[in-house]
């Protein structure tokens, strides 16, 4: 996650980097808050006031912050998975499906992009849909040279 000049030579910036270390949530959660005021629309801020949304329980407000990242002009495909499942998580399973199916458009070679729509799509009932989406993401995975075995796996997609 990339932060500007501006952010980065704000002294609250590294405090609120330190309490989120310190996993002082709450503290870092109001520190970001503060710089928002003043970096309106900053998607670093924005991500992690959403990932600490998330971890509070609260995937609505986490959906709202990562789309104000987009209205930013922050279009980073991973800003579409987490809003996907931030979505997911509140309960609007269609909305996080069509982020991730506009994300494959976008990238038809996004491997874990196909791995989470067919998640996705067998939470939502669709069986062929998920198998659609899970054989595209073997296809293109693999075309990556990823996912033959244990060491071209990422150890955080295998139990995907």
Sequence with gaps: MAEPLALRADPRWQ????????GQALSAEA???????????????????????MMRGDAARAASLLRSCRRGGDSDDSIAIELSHALAES????????????LVQREP??????LLLGRLREL???????LQAWLQAVVQARQAGRWFDEATTPRAWAPL
Excluded at 15 to 22: I, T
Excluded at 39 to 53: C, I, Q, S, T, V
Aim: no cysteine; net charge negative.
């Design 31 to 53: 520190t970001y808050a503060g710089l928002l005021r003043e970096h309106a629309g900053e998607p670093a801020l924005l991500r992690r006031m959403a990932r600490l949304a």
């Design 124 to 130: 939502g009932g669709d069986s062929l849909g998920a």
């Design 109 to 114: 070679d996004h491997a874990l992009g196909w």
């Design 15 to 22: 405090r609120a980097l330190e309490l989120d270390a310190q």
């Design 91 to 102: 309960g609007q399973l269609e909305a996080a499906e069509q982020e991730l199916e506009a």
